[in-house]
Every structure is written in C-alpha cells, then in structure tokens.
C-alpha cells in the first residue's frame, strides 16, 4: 500500500545545470496529474507526493522552493517545477553574467556576486522558514567556521529542537560554491550561536541521497518501506589521462581551460560513491528496487557549472528530455505509486 511507504526525493547540485532535474520533476508532476485525473482526483502537488527532500547546492535550491510555503498561501508551495524552470531559464544569466578574463577574475576572488541570486531567493521564498515547510526537507552545507558538514532540515517531522533557518538563507548556503560565489553567514533563528560560515554542500553530499536517508532513519522510519527517486545534474566526461596531470601543480588543478577540475572530480567522486551505497541499500533484491537514480554523462552540453547563454540552456532541455525519455517506465511507475497515495 502507498500508505506504507515513505517516499523520498533528493536532488544534487551542479549549477545552472539545476534546470535538468526541474524539467524532470515538471514532467513527473504532470504524470501524477494525469494518472489522478483518470481516478477522478484532484492534482496532488509534489510536496503531498513525497515524505521527505533532500538537495544540496542547485538541488537545495530546488527543495526549497518545492516544501516552502508560499506568502501569498502557506497551504501551497512557493514553487511549482515549472517556476523553477523559469528560474533557471528566465533568470540564469542573472545568476551567471557572461564575464571576460573569468579565469583571471577567479584568482582574486569569487566569480560573480551573490546579490542576485539573494534576491531572486528573496522574492520566491520570502520569509519562510525551514520549520514550516509544508513536507520533511533537508539542505547540505558546510560549515568553514566550524569545520563540518551542516544538516538544515525543517517539516512535521522534526522536532522543535531543530535549529531553525530562513529557506532562502539555507537555500543559499548549501549553493555558496567555492569560487563562484562567496560563503554565506547564516544564523539559527531559534538558537543564540554566531552565524555558520557556509560553502557549497557539494563539497562533501552532491548527491544529497546518503545524507537524506539518514535523515529518514532519524525520523523513525527504519522499520518502513522507504523508495527513494534521486535525480542527478549530469556526471561530466571530460578526461584527465595521466599524461596531461603527471606535472600538475595547485594552479592547475584549481583551473584549467575553464574547468575546476580538483572541484569537479570531488563532486562527481563523491556523487558516484554515494550513487553505488545507495544502490546497494535499497536495491539489494533486484526484483523489489527501492531506489531510482536518474542521472547521465553530460553529451552535447556544456559541463561548466555556470554556462547560462541561451545555447546552453536550449540543450540542457535537450538533455533532459532525452533523460525523461529513457526513464519512461520509471517515471511512469513513479507517477502512479505518487497518485495513489491518499
């Protein structure tokens, strides 16, 4: 029964590249919808679907905007998977300006100021915070101040203990990459500690999934049937042979040919190696999978965090229709275990 089981969905960061999975979950939304329609019922909005969210970076922002409540109705999200396709869409070359010499601008300090993307946080997410998010939500950081990683949850389920956040400030938090934007001070509403100092989540849980299970387990939800549906950001294909590395010094691996490599072989290991725990996890009886990861090589897309021109944007749609393409039966089977809950 979809009654019995505790549905999760985490998201990963990767920059712009976030407009992938929000097409996906646009084109998962729009199933529910339609298996609902054929019984007679009403759409059911994302946050009803699942127990529990997880993101970290990009995926974090996502989250955020599907579990928080809306200002204008705290009954309803304050986005929908199509809003934060605009975003992405709309707004990505607000977040990412075109620049000259980036590589020359990114040795003397972040990339790009985080003043827009404060405001465009600001005006989707408002005031609310993480407590009252209308599912279980969990966003990764890491704490510079502190050395650790940090865990922003909110929802029913955890308790009034929980240090509380402003979404926005957590949202930022957990996608102040390292380079491309500055940290971010963020403080407990509820707890009288200095603000954390926040970078990039993606640092240490691009892919949100181990992170959010745990979460899950924290919430009392050992002894229940846990389906978990992980969406990725694209894992980049750009080779470093040993004869191209062998005389590297920090520089290079820092940047090179617009590439961060040391950055982007730390996020894609690390997503990986979650990617395979998991699988191990939930899909130990291959005959009753609990996890599903939609993810892929990025082909004929940019694999730069940042890359908002419009060309990139028309084929990150491309991607992931190709994606929701070959996930059909999953997402299919996804949509109708989602509609049939009460």
Known sequence: MAADIKFILTVDGGGIRGLVPALVLHDLEARIAAE?????????????????????????????????PSAADPRR?????????????????????ELWLKTLRSLWGPLYSAQPLDRLLEERLGEARLSAALTNVVLCAYDTKERRALFMA???????????????EAARGSSAAPTFFPPAKVAALNAPTAPHTLID??????????????????LGWSNQRIEMLSLGTGSQNRPYPYHQIADWGILRWLIYRGDHPLISILMQGVSSTTA?????????????????????????????????SPANIAALRG???????????????????????P
């Open 276 to 308: 395979y725990q998991m699988n191990q996890l939930l899909n130990r009886d291959q005959d009753d999978r609990c996890y599903t990861r939609i993810d892929g090589a990025l082909h004929g897309v940019s694999d730069e965090l940042d890359d908002a």
């Open 77 to 97: 999200a304050a986005c929908t998977p199509a809003d934060l396709v605009d975003l992405y869409a709309d707004h990505g070359r607000t977040i990412f300006p």
């Open 36 to 68: 609902r329609q054929a019984r007679n019922l009403p759409p059911k909005p994302l946050h009803q679907c699942f127990d529990l969210m997880g993101g970290t970076s990009t995926g974090g922002i996502i989250v955020a905007g599907l579990a928080a």
């Open 319 to 341: 991607l992931a229709a190709r994606w929701i393409e070959q996930h059909d039966d999953d997402l299919n089977g996804w949509a109708k275990r989602l509609a049939a809950r």
């Open 154 to 168: 909110g929802g029913q389920g955890f308790g009034a203990n929980e240090p509380d956040y402003l979404a926005r």
């Open 201 to 218: 989540g993606g640092v240490f849980a691009n892919d949100p999934s181990m992170a959010t299970y745990v979460e899950a387990l924290k």
